[in-house]
Structures are given as structure tokens and as C-alpha cells.
């Protein structure tokens, strides 16, 4: 791309649109996010002038127009493999978790084990926390990680849970960790990222710290040109995971034909009577697998079993295959007690 009259190089977009003060910055036009996005995923920018426009509008606050423009050129570059079957696709924070374990692997196993198949997606390390995500959990388990998105597809059809690894399906993004590393700051890229899909699910499972942010994903995806989803389900996530923070905590869901509704649960009357301290753990990854392996073998019936069966219901429960929480917490509990769920992770781990 030249810099002609006209069009809007990132220079041009930090002098006159984003970067112009904090009572004065605009929002970009969708035709402007759309240049910009495909500006910094061909290279184009001067690291200095990148950093600035991820952080002018990190100042700014994107809104879902700018985050779908960002989204659809992301999926121009996406290698989606679709499965032959629809899975949950679980978009959690690539950052990673620091101090809580990490559940949605055997969740995700144990919602498979009950006929809901679920896709994870993550990378390795990824800025700015850099902490355990899927991936270290399933390598700590045994579990082939470094897949073609081919690969993938095939896992998710064997054995109802798959996982995609962000070089191999979205290698545009996963080039940029290290300007995104020096920033030392979250950018719109680690919202955009989880949106990726690519496996092609029509479900999409996520996390907020705030409702006002599941109102802009949801809104991102309806925006989105290269998404057209059947049903959105956002709640709080532990550490920003996709994990069900314990306690009182928010739960949002979109369908094209029922819109938006949100609605507060306690996760006390699901069983999951505990804080957030009961589920930290000093080793995150090491500690999830063991977990995740002692759960599904029937060795743990206290309060790490109430919280994979939940967040395996909520998988449940997002896939169609249950009409409320309560009924994917009676198929959650009843694959782990007759030993579906301890099966599939011996099918992942031959993989």
C-alpha cells in the first residue's frame, strides 16, 4: 500500500483520527479499521508508528465496528478447517492464567464425553502475561498440540474435542507477538484473536471481566462479515478465562432470534460452593493436567468436580444439547461417573 492522498496509512490515522487527544480522538470508519488491520498484518508500519496506534487506541476504546473490521481481515488470513460435526468454539484470553487452574480442557472433554463436541484454540506464550493456556494443560497431559489445522478438524471429529494451534491456522497474528511483546500492554489484538473460529462453530463460548465488554463481543460478531453465529454465550471468567468465576456472577446470551438477555447466577445453587482461592494452584499447567486427569478418573468428588461439571454444562448448555444449566450438569456428571469422559481423554491422548 502506498501513502497517496486518500488513503490511510497508520501515520495518517494517529495525526487526524485516533491519536489526535484524548477530548478530540475519533472513531475509524469501518473502511479506515479495515486498512489499518490490513496495514499491520502485511508488515507495512514502522514499529514506532505500530506501537502508537495500538496504544492510541488502547486510550480509545474500540468499538465493535473498528473490532469487526479487525476480526474480518484476521479471517481473510485464517486456515478455517471445519469439522464434519458443529462444535462449541471456546475463545479464551490467549494470555493465559497465573494463579487459578485452568478447567476448560476437562470441561471441554466432558462435554464431548456427552455429545457436545467443543473446540479450544490457543498459542504458545502469548503477550502480554504470557501465562498457561490450552496448550500447556494438553502437554502436560500427553496430548499432540503442534497440529495442522487439518489435524484439528480430524481430532474434533475422533474424539468430539479439538484443539487449534494459532501459528499453524492464524500465522498473520502469531508474526506480530514480538511488536506485541515490546509493547508491554494488552492491544485489540487480544480481544480479536479469540474471535478467530477456525474451526467454523455457529456457538461461540466466552469471557468478561465487565457485561459492557460481552455486549461489545457479541455486538463484534454480529458486525462481522466472516462470522455469522447462531448463538453468542458470554459470562465472568476466572482470571478472564473461560472458566465460570464462583459466586455471583453475570452470564450474557445472544440468538438471532431471542436477541440479547443477561441474568446473574450464584454458582452456589450449582453445586459450586467455593471462592476463587480454592481453585489457585502453584503450578498451573502441571496442576490442571493432574487435576483434569483425577476428575475424570473418578478420584475427586469435592469441589473440583462440582467445577469441571459446571463449566462442562455451560459447554453443554451452549451447544443446544441442554435445555438449562441443570440439565448439563446432570449429563456433565453422569459421563464422569460411568467413565465417558476418563475415555475420551485416553482417545485424545493416542490421538
Not at 135 to 141: Q, S, T
Not at 231 to 248: A, K, N, V
Amino acid at each position: 500500500m502506498s501513502d497517496a492522498p486518500g488513503e490511510w496509512p497508520l501515520k495518517r490515522l494517529m495525526t487526524e483520527v485516533v491519536g489526535s487527544g484524548s477530548k478530540s480522538a475519533e472513531d475509524m470508519t469501518r473502511e479506515q479499521a479495515t486498512e489499518a488491520m490490513t496495514r499491520i498484518v502485511e508488515g507495512d508500519p514502522d514499529p514506532t508508528t505500530l506501537g502508537a496506534f495500538w496504544l492510541a487506541n488502547r486510550w480509545k476504546h474500540n468499538t465493535p465496528t473498528e473490532l469487526a473490521a479487525f476480526t474480518d481481515v484476521m479471517a481473510q488470513r485464517v486456515e478455517r478447517t471445519v469439522p464434519d460435526v458443529d462444535p462449541v468454539d471456546c475463545g479464551a484470553n490467549y494470555d493465559g492464567k497465573a494463579r487459578t487452574a485452568i478447567l476448560g480442557v476437562a470441561a471441554g472433554v466432558v462435554a464431548a464425553a456427552a455429545g457436545t463436541p467443543v473446540v479450544v484454540h490457543s498459542g504458545d506464550r502469548v503477550p502480554t502475561q504470557k501465562d498457561d493456556a490450552y496448550k500447556h494443560v494438553l502437554d502436560e497431559l500427553g496430548v499432540r498440540t503442534e497440529l495442522r489445522p487439518g489435524e484439528s478438524a480430524e481430532m474434533v471429529e475422533e474424539t468430539g474435542f479439538g484443539f487449534y494451534y494459532q501459528p499453524a491456522f492464524n500465522p498473520a497474528v502469531d508474526a506480530l507477538a514480538d511488536r506485541r511483546d515490546r509493547m508491554g500492554v494488552r492491544t485489540f489484538l487480544n480481544t480479536v484473536e479469540t474471535l478467530a473460529n477456525p474451526a467454523g462453530a455457529s456457538v461461540h463460548l466466552g469471557s468478561f471481566y465487565h457485561l459492557a465488554f460481552a455486549k461489545k463481543v457479541i455486538e463484534t460478531l454480529q458486525r462481522s462479515r466472516a462470522h455469522d453465529p447462531d448463538r453468542i454465550i458470554m459470562f465472568q471468567g476466572l482470571e478472564g478465562y473461560d472458566d465460570i468465576r464462583p459466586g455471583y456472577t453475570k452470564f450474557a446470551e445472544w440468538t438471532p432470534e431471542g436477541g440479547l438477555a443477561d441474568d446473574e447466577i450464584e454458582t452456589a445453587e450449582y453445586g459450586m460452593d467455593f471462592e476463587n482461592e480454592d481453585l489457585a494452584v502453584p503450578d498451573v499447567a502441571a496442576d490442571s493436567a493432574r487435576l483434569t486427569r483425577a476428575v475424570l478418573g473418578g478420584e475427586r468428588t469435592d469441589h473440583w468436580r462440582d467445577a469441571v461439571a459446571l463449566n462442562a454444562a455451560v459447554r453443554i448448555y451452549a451447544g443446544g444439547d441442554a435445555d438449562s444449566l441443570d440439565g448439563g450438569l446432570d449429563a456433565a456428571r453422569e459421563v464422569i461417573d460411568d467413565g465417558s469422559a476418563a475415555a475420551v481423554l485416553g482417545e485424545l491422548r493416542g490421538f
